[in-house]
């Protein structure tokens, strides 16, 4: 069956890095879009980035752009957010998810209703 695993998460200092990973199984992730979320206390899951299928094209929130990068390995079935530059605000726990390409719209990756499968999430805290 899909599952959806990350890890990577951690504290880190204003301005520092991490690198997140999402190893998949039970599917091939050509065929799958796979996108990042984040959760912080008390506010709602927002989308991150996303990996479209089969082109690989990438979507990105316009917070994290120019410092975050996502990124696949197709033969480790794993999915990457290097996280550069990290504020504060960036403070919560990431979820990876996936759905196939028939159910995918690329207007609507940040939707959460879009995904099928989550992982059980990584905290991530940017603190001095």
């Known amino acids: 069956q899909v599952q959806l695993v990350e890890s990577g998460g951690g504290l880190v200092q204003p301005g520092g890095s991490l690198r997140l990973s999402c190893a998949a199984s039970?599917?091939?992730?050509?065929?799958?879009?796979i996108a990042w979320f984040r959760q912080a206390p008390g506010k709602e899951r927002e989308g991150v980035s996303c990996l479209s299928p089969n082109n690989g094209n990438t979507y990105y929130a316009d917070s994290v752009k120019g410092r975050f990068t996502i990124s696949r390995d197709n033969s480790k079935n794993i999915v990457y957010l290097k996280m550069n530059n990290l504020k504060p605000e960036d403070t919560a726990v990431y979820y990876c998810?996936?759905?196939?390409?028939?159910?995918?719209?690329?207007?609507?990756?940040?939707?959460?209703?879009?995904?099928?499968?989550w992982g059980q999430g990584t905290q991530v805290t940017v603190s001095s």
């Open positions: 998810a996936t759905t196939s390409w028939a159910r995918w719209w690329g207007t609507k990756w940040s939707s959460v209703g879009q995904y099928d499968y």
């Open positions: 039970g599917f091939t992730l050509d065929y799958y879009a």
